[in-house]
């Protein structure tokens, strides 16, 4: 294993690096249009369960079936691997949106409309950041959910530690294959410590003391 190790160290750190860059990005993205999506449904109780079963139901979808659907249609390479991604990340987050912004106490809203605040800057200033702290529990749950999704994403020749995995399985009993599917499990769980770790400080910074849950 040492001198796999040793012998790829390179292709190692690069495709670590593509792996969590790909689990981030997609973060992003997903954090951005599930709190949209969560902002124009959580005050309809009939959307706010519509948004809550499409998320119920989207994480039911085997991701490894959902990329290969994608492949058909968009090709080998990194776009079916972002899209699978995004999708899943999105999902928790999409629910623990809806959660939190529905959980505001409405006296808080109606004190913050009292003192002329618009809609918008209620929503804003208000409730997104009271509703924060739940929706990076969602942020969280989604990393550490993706970043193995990530690795099943590899079959699309997307970037990351998920070649390592399937070059592996590919070669099973021959050289060095059990080592490279170790290297790319061990790889992606550390790489989930080490995010999680990052979301957990980005909480402290962003979340005011009064409301840390």
Request: net charge positive; charged share 10%; proline share 4%.
């Amino acid at each position: 294993m040492w001198d796999f190790l040793r012998a790829q160290y390179e292709q190692i750190l690069f495709s670590s690096w593509q792996h969590f860059s790909l689990v981030v990005q997609c973060l992003v993205l997903a954090t951005v249009i599930a709190v949209l999506l969560a902002a124009l449904v959580y005050r309809n109780s009939a959307l706010t369960a519509i948004a809550n079963s499409v998320s119920a139901i989207g994480l039911t979808i085997p991701s490894f079936a959902f990329i290969g659907l994608l492949i058909a249609p968009l090709g080998f390479g990194v776009l079916p691997a972002v899209i699978v991604v995004a999708f899943f990340a999105t999902l928790p987050i999409l629910r623990n949106a809806v959660v939190g912004l529905s959980g505001i106490s409405p006296s808080i809203v109606e004190s913050a409309r009292g003192i002329g605040m618009s809609r918008f800057r209620t929503l804003l200033q208000v409730e997104l950041p009271m509703a924060w702290p739940i929706i990076l529990t969602g942020v969280r749950v989604s990393a550490q959910m993706v970043m193995g999704v990530a690795a099943v994403a590899a079959y699309s020749l997307g970037p990351g530690l998920g070649g390592f995995i399937f070059s592996g399985l590919s070669r099973l009993g021959g050289a060095n294959s059990l080592e490279s599917v170790l290297t790319g499990v061990i790889g992606v769980v550390v790489l989930a410590v080490i995010l999680d770790l990052l979301l957990v400080g980005l909480g402290r910074l962003t979340t005011p003391r009064g409301i840390r849950v």
